[in-house]
């Protein structure tokens, strides 16, 4: 009994828990919104609305959740909640005490505004006379808030705000510590309030940080929130500097401290004070500020100060290696700090310490548009009773000081001020030399850029454009047109510039630099000169001159060079020259070519490099008496650069060293070698380098090559002038190309694209009438070949004859040597679709190369053992004879291209021939999926076009195959055995039927011994017709069309039953067809099996087959009907038969039991005797016709599984 009430129980508190936990779910608690709302609106003074769904659980925790919460007016929302999660205490809210435990806010938004009139715009009762809220903790997730100042329409916005609240009401105490974002910048609240007193005041303090930038400000003071808030109370601004690299930059932070009153309409700050290194009190500034807001943003401020001194250099450092102080100041210029509103700044400093030297009674007026500063007006006054006034605008390049303006520097003491640059010396020139300096400033990145100068300087006015780099690349770049100089002005201006030789701060501060001076009259290094341009560049290795220029110099126009080479107090000084040659019949040339004694055959070659610029130097050689010339500068293509050296009381030169560097290989292959295809394939830079040196039996050591890139063709041997000014010589040449096309033009073989190669091999030459190459040995394409060539010239004409030994040969490469690399570029369609036409004139040669080559693969397609004949003449190029075995088989193959000239059509004709090939091995594995067999076959073609393209769009010709052992997939023959099976086919659906065809087709293959057929050829199309193929227990005939322009295939073949006879009549051989179709492309064929017409067969065929069954019933039935009526007519007339037999016989005892009866009786009155019974029959009318039929479905005997009676 006991156990029975334990388990009354337990279901009881189980029923109980189950109704908590899912009881609730089941109330609609929307129901209540409005309550939820109204108590909201008691909250916050204003309407409020939940449009979103409202969902409370009671286990395991109360907890209340809310989503998409409007706070005022739903068209003009003042603030938003994506959703509202409260959890409360289960056993205080089971007493009816609703005390949070945790409330979560996420996506709140707050819209606050300024209005015309400078007024908090809020549309929440922030008085605190509401119901009131308290929220001892709760968390804010993705908040936003956003205040708008309606009267200049900025808008400024707090994202990502996530955090801690405590809030006791709207009017205070208030809490909250988190994070939040400001234009992509993260920043660290700490806000607290406390609770605002009668007046309407709080106390408040702040504290923003932002971590990344060291950034802090610290506000603490009363603050009046209300439609007009105040803020009285004192703030500090800290700023981190950067971090220090060495030790002289390590500074303390900015710190600027003041009381500060604002409203929304200005902010003071009243008597501040600024340290800008909080480490140095000397650095201290004082000023006021004041900050108007609202429809124009501005600031006034004035900063004031006495001596301003920088802090002082490490002592440890040694001056003397220390660039000028200027530009070491330059590079340590921090960025002007630039504030988000106009303004306007004035400063009056006492002095500024520059260590150097001093700026004093320093006065800057400045104003800002919010991203740069105008300066109006900044000036000082410099030693030499100098003074410097500026003006401009001063920039922030992202961290970096930048400035435009306008610079003035008058002295009246040009030695005193010169002092800031250059050691004073006794008896300067510059004493009491009054000068002045104006012209553009600029100041951008680690540069100071001076232009449009102007330098009056003892009466003459010279123009000077000046650029200073003092950062990681120091340098000074001087340009000036000076007027005309006389020896006094000359020495002026020597002693006005540093000396190199005296001081090595100027090269510490610029150990490099460049120089342009251009002027009428000058006396340098005590020379007088005129029509002086002098240009060049300095660096710690000498100086070089690259223009200096006088308007005499023996009638010639020569641009004279020079480099001062060693040091800067040890200079060693070369000269050189510029000559422009402008065509290579100019006079000059020829006499130097007389000079140098150039072969006159030679000339022309050397003539291909004009028009050419070219720097010579003359100097002495290395042994005594001999003399080296240096070429250098643009010649041809290319730039030069050639040192010819010259025994003494000898015009022949003893070494010659040179190279030819250009950014176009294509006219320099041209340019040195006079082929019309370019030795490289691609554009880009090419290189020529050339050294050769006389040896004791009067022969050159040569070493030429010419590179582009990783492609060079070069030549090491030995080199003899013969007296007709021929070469000739043996060694070795070795070539490393991308595409050798440009190498067999040169033999004469245009057009031929032999592909990239690296080979190697001995050479003999005699001029140009015979070229041996012998022994190559190298690789083209990953594959190594070897053999010999022999050119020889015959008739004016070359000749080339040799073999060729190939481990391996792509058929893209047999395509481009036939074809050339230009005329596989690819096009829009299946075809390349470039120019044929490669070569615009026929060939200057012939040839007749033998190749042989392990394999030539194509794609998957491999060629083995094969060998074939590259020939061609002035018109044809022919690859013939080519045979090879693939496939278990042999192919023969011969292909030609004609005629070259100038027309852009080629004709292209060929043969092939296969003999017992396995088709698996000449086709993509997607062409011969699921298809096998051994092909013997011929072709031949003929198509003409300017592309292969073209020729394949137009292509002719015909041929014929035969496929040995045929076997295609899915084309299986015991379908039709395997349907002839199937029973109660008409109940059968034809999807059903699809399904099982398809089943059995895919069990087998069809099979063939042979399959023999030919094919034409016709504007561009392969016509395959009347293909009829026995085989195994089926037959398959069609025919396919391939568009050899796009490769596509469109045909059908139809596989029908052979030889089979189906007991049942299902299958009918005529009508059992299965249809396979071909689309797509060759190299992607689709195949699909149509099974519709033998489905239809076969269900036709089931109905025909359940007609006859019918028929044969019907007439078995009627046969059946006809047999029982005779029966019945028969057992009537045997029944009326004994039916008369009984009544004669009845009749005739009656009759003999009469005669007794008279017999026994007196005689009486005969009487007319009665019959027994009337012998007329009688006559009935049938109501209908007799139905003698078989009614099927009818039962007319006695119905069956039913109890006896």
């Given amino acids: 009994m006991l156990n029975r009430i334990y388990i009354i129980v337990g279901l009881v508190l189980i029923l109980a828990l189950a109704g908590a936990f899912i009881v609730p779910r089941f109330i609609h608690w929307g129901d209540y919104r409005d309550r939820m709302e109204l108590l909201a609106e008691g909250v916050f003074g204003t309407e409020v609305t939940i449009r979103g769904d409202i969902d409370f659980a009671l286990l395991p925790a109360p907890r209340l959740a809310f989503s998409d919460v409007i706070i005022g007016p739903a068209d003009k929302p003042v603030a938003t909640i994506g959703s509202v999660e409260a959890q409360f205490g289960l056993m205080e809210f089971l007493r009816d005490q609703y005390n949070l435990s945790a409330l979560t806010l996420k996506n709140p938004t707050i819209d606050l505004a300024l209005d015309e009139s400078g007024l908090l715009v809020s549309g929440i009762d922030l008085s605190g006379a509401g119901d009131g809220v308290a929220l001892e903790q709760a968390r804010i997730e993705g ?29 205070g105490p208030f809490q909250f510590q988190g994070n939040a ?84 309409d200005r902010v003071v700050l009243n008597g501040y004070t600024l340290m800008l290194d909080e480490n140095r009190a000397g650095m201290r500034l004082t000023g006021a500020a004041s900050i108007q807001l609202g429809a124009r943003n501005k600031f006034e401020a004035v900063v004031s100060g006495g001596a301003f001194t920088l802090p002082p250099r490490d002592a440890d450092e040694d001056g003397s290696q220390m660039p000028y102080e200027l530009v070491r100041l330059l590079g340590e210029l921090p960025a002007p700090p630039l504030p988000p509103i106009p303004g306007e700044v004035g400063i009056d400093l006492a002095e500024i310490g520059l260590r150097g030297t001093a700026l004093r009674n320093v006065r800057i007026d400045a104003s800002t548009n919010g991203t740069i500063w105008t300066i109006a007006r900044a000036q000082a006054e410099l030693p030499g009773n100098s003074k410097l006034n500026l003006s401009g605008a001063l920039r922030n390049d992202n961290g970096v000081v930048g400035f435009n303006g306008d610079l003035s520097l008058a002295t009246q003491r040009l030695d005193a001020l010169s002092q800031l640059w250059r050691k004073p010396e006794e008896n300067t020139p510059l004493f009491n030399v009054p000068a002045e300096l104006t012209g553009q400033v600029m100041l951008a990145g680690d540069a100071l850029g001076f232009s449009h100068g102007r330098l009056a300087l003892n009466g003459k006015t010279h123009a000077l454009e000046i650029r200073l780099g003092f950062g990681t690349e120091p340098r000074l770049d001087l340009v000036g047109r000076l007027d005309d100089l006389g020896q006094g002005d000359s020495a002026i201006l020597g002693a006005l510039l540093p000396d190199p030789s005296t001081d090595r701060t100027f090269a510490i501060s610029f150990p490099e630099g460049s120089f342009s001076l251009d002027t009428q009259t000058i006396r340098v290094l005590g020379l007088q000169a005129s029509d002086l341009v002098a240009e060049g560049a300095w660096s710690p290795t000498g100086i070089s001159f690259s223009k200096l220029v006088s308007s005499d110099l023996g009638g010639v126009a020569v641009d004279a060079k020079g480099d001062l080479a060693g040091t800067l107090t040890a200079p060693s000084l070369t000269g050189s020259g510029h000559v422009d040659v402008s065509e290579a019949t100019a006079p000059a040339l020829d006499a130097l070519y007389s000079y140098l004694n150039v072969p006159t055959s030679w000339r022309p070659n050397i003539g291909r490099s004009a028009p050419a610029a070219l720097d010579f130097v003359l100097a002495a050689g290395d042994e005594a008496g001999s003399q080296r010339l240096t070429l250098n500068g643009d010649a041809g293509a290319g730039k030069l650069d050639l040192s010819l050296d010259f025994d003494a009381n000898s015009t022949a030169p003893s070494r010659i060293i040179g190279s030819l560097d250009a950014t176009d290989g294509t006219a320099l292959s041209d340019q040195i070698l006079g082929a019309d295809v370019p030795l490289f394939a691609t554009d880009g830079p090419a290189f020529v380098s050339l050294y050769s040196e006389r040896n004791q039996a009067g022969a050159y050591d040569t070493r030429v090559s010419l590179s582009h890139g990783e492609e060079m063709l ?10 007709p000014g021929e070469l000739s010589g043996a060694g070795t040449i070795d070539a490393s190309l991308s595409d050798s096309s440009g190498l067999a033009a040169l033999v004469g073989a245009t057009g031929v694209g032999l592909g990239g190669m690296e080979a190697s091999a001995g050479v003999t030459f005699t001029g140009l009438q015979k070229l041996s190459i012998s022994g190559i040995a190298g690789s083209s394409t990953g594959s190594a070949f070897s053999g010999d060539l022999t050119l020889t010239q015959v008739a004016q004409r070359m000749s080339v004859d040799g073999a060729l030994k190939f481990d391996r040969l792509s058929g893209q490469g047999l395509a481009a040597a036939l074809f050339s690399p230009a005329a596989l570029v690819p096009g829009s369609g299946v075809w390349p679709d470039g120019p044929l036409a490669v070569a615009t004139s026929m060939r200057p040669s012939r040839g007749n190369i033998a190749v042989t080559s392990g394999a030539i693969t194509l794609g998957d397609a491999s060629l083995a053992n094969a060998a074939f004949d590259l020939t061609w003449d002035q018109q044809n190029l022919a690859m013939s004879n080519l045979t090879g075995s693939i496939g278990g088989g042999a192919v023969t193959a011969a292909l030609s291209q004609c005629c070259a000239g100038p027309l852009t059509d080629r004709t292209i004709t060929g043969r092939v021939s296969l003999d017992n090939v396995d088709v698996k091995a000449i086709a993509p594995a997607a062409t011969t999926a699921g298809i096998s067999g051994r092909l013997t076959a011929s072709t031949s073609f003929e198509g003409t076009g300017a592309s292969l393209a073209d020729v394949m769009a137009g292509l002719a010709g015909e041929g014929n195959f035969t496929v040995a052992g045929l076997s295609a997939d899915r084309l299986n023959p015991g379908v039709y055995p395997a349907l002839s099976q199937l029973t109660d086919v008409l109940n059968i659906d034809a999807d059903a039927l699809n399904i099982l065809i398809d089943q059995s087709l895919g069990q087998g293959a069809f099979t063939a011994p042979t399959a023999t057929t030919a094919f034409t050829i016709a504007g561009g199309t392969v016509r395959l017709a009347n293909l009829i193929v026995d085989g195994t227990d089926a037959r398959l005939a069609g025919g396919v069309d391939m568009a050899l322009e796009t490769l596509g295939l469109n045909g059908s073949f139809v596989l029908t039953p052979l030889n089979f006879t189906d007991p049942s009549g299902l299958i009918e051989n005529d009508a059992a067809r299965v249809i396979a179709r071909l689309s797509g492309t060759l190299p992607a064929p689709v195949v699909t099996v149509d099974t519709s017409e033998l489905v239809a067969a076969i269900q036709v065929r089931a109905n025909e087959l359940e007609v006859d069954r019918l028929e044969a019933l019907r007439l078995e039935d009627e046969a059946r009907q006809r047999e029982a009526a005779e029966a019945r007519n028969r057992l009537i007339e045997e029944q009326r038969r004994q039916a008369a037999a009984e009544a004669a016989a009845r009749a005739a005892a009656e009759e003999a039991a009469r005669q007794a009866q008279e017999a026994q009786q007196p005689q009486t009155t005969p009487t007319n005797p009665v019959p027994p019974f009337s012998m007329t029959p009688e006559t009935t009318t049938p109501s209908q016709p007799l139905d003698l039929t078989f009614r099927p479905n009818i039962f007319s005997g006695s119905p069956v599984n039913q109890p006896a009676q």
Avoid: C, W
Avoid at 160 to 171: C, E, N, Q, V, Y
Avoid at 228 to 239: N, R, S, Y
């Fill in 143 to 171: 908040g936003r808030m956003t205040l708008t100042d309606q009267r200049s329409g900025d808008s400024y916005v707090l994202s990502s705000i996530t955090g801690d609240l405590r809030l006791a009401s709207f009017a």
């Fill in 714 to 723: 070069a030549y090491a041997g030995s080199v003899s002038a013969l007296p």
């Fill in 181 to 264: 974002s400001h234009d992509g910048a993260s920043y660290s609240l700490r806000l607290n309030s406390a609770a605002v007193d009668e007046s309407g005041s709080a106390r408040v303090s702040a504290f923003i940080s932002d971590g990344a930038a060291g950034t802090s400000l610290t506000l603490d003071g009363a603050l009046t929130a209300s439609v007009a808030p105040k803020f009285d109370g004192t703030m500090v601004l800290k700023q981190a500097p950067p971090v220090a690299e060495n030790a002289e930059q390590i500074r303390g932070n900015l710190v600027l401290e003041s009381k500060v009153t604002a409203s929304t």
